[in-house]
C-alpha cells in the first residue's frame, strides 16, 4: 500500500504552482478596478489546486490502467507502480474534483449561477484529459486546453469572481500564466516522447516532432514575458513580472539541449517555479497599480 508520503508525491505537488499562479494574478487585476472579496479569492484558489491535483490523480490513473506508464521515465505513478489500487486512485481523483465542485458552487450561487456550466466544463476536462473512450491528451490536445483551463479560464474567472469587472490585465495575465503552463505539459511530453510514441499517445510533442516541441517550449517562455508588456503600459508596475526572465534561461537551456530524464524533469519543476514567481511579482505589480 502507498504511504501518506507516496500519495502525496503521486498529487505532484510541485506543479501546483500553475494552479496558484492564474488565481493571484487574476485576483490582483480585480483589484485595479474595486475592493477584493477574500474569501471568493480563497474559494477560487481552492477551486484550481483541487482541480490541479484531481486531473493529476486522473491521469495517474487513466494512463496506468491503458498501460501507458508501462515504461515511464517521470516521477512516481501510484497506479502503474502498483502501490495503490486504480479505485483507490480513482477515488482520489473524484474526491479532488469534488472539492473543486463544492467550492465552485459556493462561488457560482456568490456571484453567478452561469459559473456552474464552467465549473462543469473544467471538470470534463479533468477527466477526459486522457480519460473516456477519446482522450484529448491523446490526440494533441492538451497544450491548447491547459492554456484555456489553467491560463484563460483560472485567471479571468478570479477576477470575474471579485465583481468588479474583468479588466484588461487579466486577459493579458491569463497569457503570462497559461503559456508557462503549457510550457510544463510540453516539458512533460518532451520527456516522454518515446514511450508515448510506443503507447500510442500522440501528444503534441509525438505529432509535431521532439525537436519542434522543444522550440515551441521556449516560445511559450518568450510569449509569457512578451504579455507583460501591453499590461506594463497601462500599469507600469506590472513590468515586475520582467524579473523573473532569468528564472527561464536554465529551463530554456536543458529543453533545447537535454536528453536526460532528470535534466527534462529539473526543467518541467524550474517552469512551475519560473510561472509562480512571474505570476507573483504581476500581481504584487497590479496591487501597487
Same mark, same amino acid.
Given at each position: 500500500?502507498?504511504?501518506?508520503?507516496?500519495?502525496?508525491?503521486?498529487?505532484?505537488?510541485?506543479?501546483?504552482?500553475?494552479?496558484?499562479?492564474?488565481?493571484?494574478?487574476?485576483?490582483?487585476?480585480?483589484?485595479?478596478?474595486?475592493?477584493?472579496?477574500?474569501?471568493?479569492?480563497?474559494?477560487?484558489?481552492?477551486?484550481?489546486?483541487?482541480?490541479?491535483?484531481?486531473?493529476?490523480?486522473?491521469?495517474?490513473?487513466?494512463?496506468?490502467?491503458?498501460?501507458?506508464?508501462?515504461?515511464?521515465?517521470?516521477?512516481?505513478?501510484?497506479?502503474?507502480?502498483?502501490?495503490?489500487?486504480?479505485?483507490? &486512485?480513482? +477515488? %482520489? *481523483?473524484?474526491?479532488?474534483? @469534488? /472539492?473543486?465542485?463544492?467550492?465552485?458552487? $459556493?462561488?457560482? !450561487? #456568490?456571484? =453567478?449561477?452561469?459559473?456552474?456550466?464552467?465549473?462543469?466544463?473544467?471538470?470534463?476536462?479533468?477527466?477526459?484529459?486522457?480519460?473516456?473512450?477519446?482522450?484529448?491528451?491523446?490526440?494533441?490536445?492538451?497544450?491548447?486546453?491547459?492554456?484555456?483551463?489553467?491560463?484563460?479560464?483560472?485567471?479571468?474567472?478570479?477576477?470575474?469572481?471579485?465583481?468588479?469587472? &474583468?479588466? +484588461? %490585465? *487579466?486577459?493579458?495575465?491569463? @497569457? /503570462?500564466?497559461?503559456?508557462?503552463?503549457? $510550457?510544463?505539459? !510540453? #516539458?512533460? =511530453?518532451?520527456?516522454?516522447?518515446?514511450?508515448?510514441?510506443?503507447?500510442?499517445?500522440?501528444?503534441?510533442?509525438?505529432?509535431?516532432?521532439?525537436?519542434?516541441?522543444?522550440?515551441?517550449?521556449?516560445?511559450?517562455?518568450?510569449?509569457?514575458?512578451?504579455?507583460?508588456?501591453?499590461?506594463?503600459?497601462?500599469?507600469?508596475?506590472?513590468?515586475?513580472?520582467?524579473?523573473?526572465?532569468?528564472?527561464?534561461?536554465?529551463?530554456?537551456?536543458?529543453?533545447?539541449?537535454?536528453?536526460?530524464?532528470?535534466?527534462?524533469?529539473?526543467?518541467?519543476?524550474?517552469?512551475?517555479?519560473?510561472?509562480?514567481?512571474?505570476?507573483?511579482?504581476?500581481?504584487?505589480?497590479?496591487?501597487?497599480?
Amino acid at each position: 500500500m502507498a504511504t501518506p508520503a507516496q500519495w502525496i508525491q503521486g498529487a505532484r505537488p510541485r506543479t501546483l504552482g500553475a494552479a496558484v499562479a492564474p488565481v493571484a494574478v487574476g485576483t490582483a487585476a480585480a483589484s485595479t478596478l474595486g475592493a477584493i472579496t477574500w474569501w471568493r479569492a480563497g474559494a477560487a484558489l481552492l477551486v484550481a489546486l483541487a482541480l490541479q491535483v484531481g486531473v493529476n490523480f486522473a491521469n495517474d490513473y487513466s494512463d496506468g490502467v491503458r498501460g501507458t506508464d508501462a515504461d515511464r521515465r517521470g516521477p512516481l505513478r501510484l497506479t502503474a507502480s502498483g502501490l495503490a489500487r486504480p479505485g483507490e &486512485v480513482r +477515488a %482520489a *481523483a473524484l474526491l479532488s474534483l @469534488l /472539492v473543486a465542485a463544492v467550492a465552485g458552487l $459556493a462561488l457560482a !450561487l #456568490a456571484v =453567478n449561477p452561469w459559473l456552474l456550466l464552467l465549473g462543469a466544463v473544467l471538470i470534463a476536462a479533468a477527466v477526459l484529459y486522457t480519460g473516456g473512450p477519446r482522450p484529448y491528451g491523446y490526440a494533441g490536445l492538451g497544450e491548447v486546453m491547459v492554456l484555456a483551463c489553467f491560463g484563460f479560464a483560472a485567471t479571468v474567472g478570479s477576477a470575474y469572481v471579485q465583481g468588479n469587472g &474583468v479588466p +484588461a %490585465a *487579466a486577459w493579458w495575465g491569463s @497569457l /503570462v500564466t497559461g503559456l508557462p503552463a503549457c $510550457a510544463v505539459l !510540453l #516539458a512533460n =511530453n518532451v520527456r516522454d516522447v518515446r514511450t508515448d510514441v510506443v503507447a500510442g499517445k500522440r501528444t503534441l510533442a509525438v505529432r509535431i516532432g521532439e525537436r519542434a516541441a522543444r522550440r515551441l517550449f521556449v516560445g511559450c517562455l518568450v510569449g509569457a514575458f512578451v504579455a507583460v508588456l501591453p499590461i506594463a503600459m497601462a500599469q507600469p508596475w506590472a513590468a515586475l513580472a520582467l524579473l523573473a526572465v532569468p528564472l527561464a534561461l536554465r529551463p530554456s537551456r536543458a529543453m533545447l539541449t537535454a536528453e536526460d530524464a532528470p535534466a527534462l524533469i529539473a526543467a518541467l519543476v524550474g517552469t512551475v517555479r519560473l510561472e509562480l514567481v512571474a505570476g507573483a511579482l504581476l500581481a504584487l505589480g497590479l496591487a501597487f497599480a
